[in-house]
C-alpha cells in the first residue's frame, strides 16, 4: 500500500524542518520532499498544521509493569523491588503479562512512540502483543541467576529467540536479558553470553544504576560493574545498558572502547533517586545516548516526549550550561540515538529507504503559538496528547488521535481485573 503525507512540516535528519511531502511506499519511505511523478498513493493524510517526526524509540521498559502503576510510590529501589514489586511479579500469570503488555504499547502508541526495548518474563506474551498491535519491538527474558528459575530463565530466552526473532514482518528483534550484575554473577553471566553467541543475539542489562550498586560490586570484585562487564566479556557482544548513572571517567572510556550503548532513563532516575547520569561527558566521549522510560511503576508513564524534554533540562542544570543538550540533540536521543542504542539502522531518521515509522505532532493551539522553532516548541512547549498519527512499517496504528490495531476498552477492562487479582486492592478509577 502506497501513503502519501501532503504538505507537512517533517524534520529531517540534520535537526533542520522543511514544509513537504512524504511517500511511502508498503513499509518504506520512499521520498522526503520531491515526489516521483509515477507515484501513486492508495491513502493520502493531510499533513497541514502538523509536525513529521520519526517515532520514537522508548530504549528501556519493562511494559507489563503498568500493572503496577501507582502500586508502590515513593520508596528507596531495593525496598521497592524486595518487598513490593518482585512479590507481586511472582504471581502474574501469562494473561496478566499479557494484558499488561496490550496496555503498555497502547500508550506508547497514543504517545507517538514506534519501537520499545523491553525486559521481562514470559515474554511470548509480549511478543503476541507485539504482533497483534502492529509495533516494533526489542524484546529480552529478563533473568536473574541467582534466583531459582534462573537456569529456565536462561533457557526461555533462548526459546524465544528461536520462535520470535525477526517475527511480525521483521519487527520483532530478540537480545538476551540478564538482568543486571548484582543479580547475575559472572559464572551465570558466562551461561548467557555463550548461548547468545550462539544465536549471535546482543545483551540488554541494568548497568550502574544505584551508588549502592557499584559501591557493593567494588566491595564484591574490586572494581566497578562497567569494569567487571569487560572482564566477563560480555561487551564483546554488544550491548543495550540501562541507566548508567553512576560512572567514573574510566568507566566511560571502556564504554566508548566497546560500543556500550546508553538506555538514559530520567524520569526513573529522577522518581527513584538513583540520581543523573553523566550524559554530557557520554555524549562529548561518543557515546551513543538513547532515550527509554523505563517500567510505569518507577516513572509512572511511557511517555517519550516527556523524557525528551527532562533530557534537554536536567542536564543543563547538572552542568549548570543551558548550552548542554539543546532541544534537536534530545530529539535525536528520543529518535535516531535511540534507534542506534537498540541495534536498528532503518528507523530513527525521515528519508528515503527507512522504514515508515512516523509520528505526525499537531501544532496547533496555544502551546505551537507563535512558532519560530518546531523543533524548539514540541521539546519544550508540546506534550503527548497532542500526538495526531502513527505509522509503523507504513501502516497507520494511530488516526486522529484513535487506535487502530487495539480495543481500548476492552484492555483497560481486562487489566482492572488483573490488576485487582494481583493486589486485592479497589481501584479508585472504577
Not at 504482533?131 to 526459546?159: F, H, K, W, Y
Not at 536479558?177 to 553467541?197: D, I, R, S, W
Not at 544504576?209 to 560480555?234: F, N, R
Request: glycine residues 8%.
Amino acid at each position: 500500500m502506497n501513503t502519501l503525507i501532503k504538505d507537512v512540516l517533517a524534520v529531517l535528519p540534520d535537526g533542520s524542518t522543511k514544509k513537504t511531502n512524504i511517500a511511502i511506499e508498503n513499509d518504506k519511505i520512499s521520498a522526503v520532499g520531491d515526489v516521483p511523478a509515477d507515484f501513486t498513493a492508495d491513502n493520502i493524510i493531510d499533513g497541514k498544521n502538523k509536525l513529521a517526526v520519526p517515532g520514537f524509540v522508548n530504549t528501556h521498559t519493562h511494559v507489563s509493569m503498568t500493572l503496577l502503576r501507582s502500586y508502590a510510590d515513593d520508596m528507596k529501589l531495593m525496598d521497592w523491588l524486595e518487598n513490593k514489586i518482585w512479590p507481586i511479579e511472582a504471581k502474574m500469570k501469562k494473561d496478566d503479562i499479557y494484558w499488561g503488555a496490550m496496555l503498555g504499547i497502547a500508550e506508547m502508541i497514543k504517545t507517538g512512540t514506534t519501537t520499545f526495548a523491553d525486559m521481562y518474563g514470559d515474554m511470548e506474551k509480549v511478543a503476541e502483543a507485539v504482533e497483534e498491535t502492529g509495533i516494533r519491538a526489542i524484546l529480552s527474558r529478563g533473568m536473574i541467576g541467582v534466583a531459582p528459575n534462573g537456569q529456565d530463565a536462561l533457557q526461555e530466552n533462548c526459546t524465544l529467540f528461536e520462535e520470535y526473532n525477526n517475527a511480525a514482518d521483521g519487527r520483532i528483534t530478540v537480545m538476551f536479558g540478564p538482568h543486571a550484575p548484582y543479580t547475575c554473577p559472572p559464572k551465570f553471566l558466562k551461561q548467557v553470553m555463550e548461548k547468545a553467541q550462539k544465536y549471535n543475539a546482543e545483551i540488554h542489562i541494568h548497568l550502574a544504576e544505584t551508588k549502592g550498586e557499584v559501591d557493593d560490586c567494588i566491595k564484591q570484585y574490586g572494581m566497578t560493574p562497567m569494569a567487571l562487564m569487560e572482564d566477563v566479556g560480555i561487551f564483546d557482544l554488544g550491548v543495550l545498558a540501562a541507566h548508567c548513572v553512576h560512572l567514573t571517567d574510566e568507566d566511560i572510556a571502556i564504554m566508548k572502547k566497546h560500543n556500550v550503548r546508553v538506555a538514559h532513563n530520567p524520569g526513573s532516575n529522577l522518581k527513584l533517586a538513583s540520581g543523573i547520569a553523566p550524559v554530557g561527558k557520554l555524549l562529548e566521549a561518543g557515546v551513543c545516548v538513547g532515550l527509554g522510560t523505563d517500567g510505569t511503576s518507577s516513572n509512572n508513564n511511557l511517555d517519550m516526549l516527556e523524557e525528551i524534554n527532562l533530557a534537554a533540562l536536567i542536564h543543563k542544570v547538572q552542568r549548570l550550561d543551558p548550552l548542554m543538550v539543546p532541544a534537536a540533540e534530545a530529539l535525536k536521543m528520543g529518535t535516531a540515538y535511540g534507534a542506534k542504542a537498540v541495534g536498528l539502522s532503518d528507523i530513527g531518521e525521515l528519508k528515503s529507504g527507512m522504514k515508515a515509522d512516523i509520528t505526525l505532532v499537531n501544532m496547533q493551539g496555544t502551546q505551537w503559538t507563535p512558532c519560530y522553532d518546531a523543533v524548539s516548541l514540541l521539546v519544550y512547549s508540546a506534550n503527548a496528547s497532542m500526538v495526531d498519527t502513527v505509522l509503523v512499517n507504513g501502516k497507520i496504528l494511530l488516526e486522529k488521535g484513535k487506535l487502530t490495531t487495539i480495543d481500548e476498552e476492552k484492555v483497560i477492562f481486562e487489566v482492572n481485573k488483573s490488576a485487582k487479582k494481583l493486589t486485592g486492592r479497589a481501584l479508585l478509577n472504577e
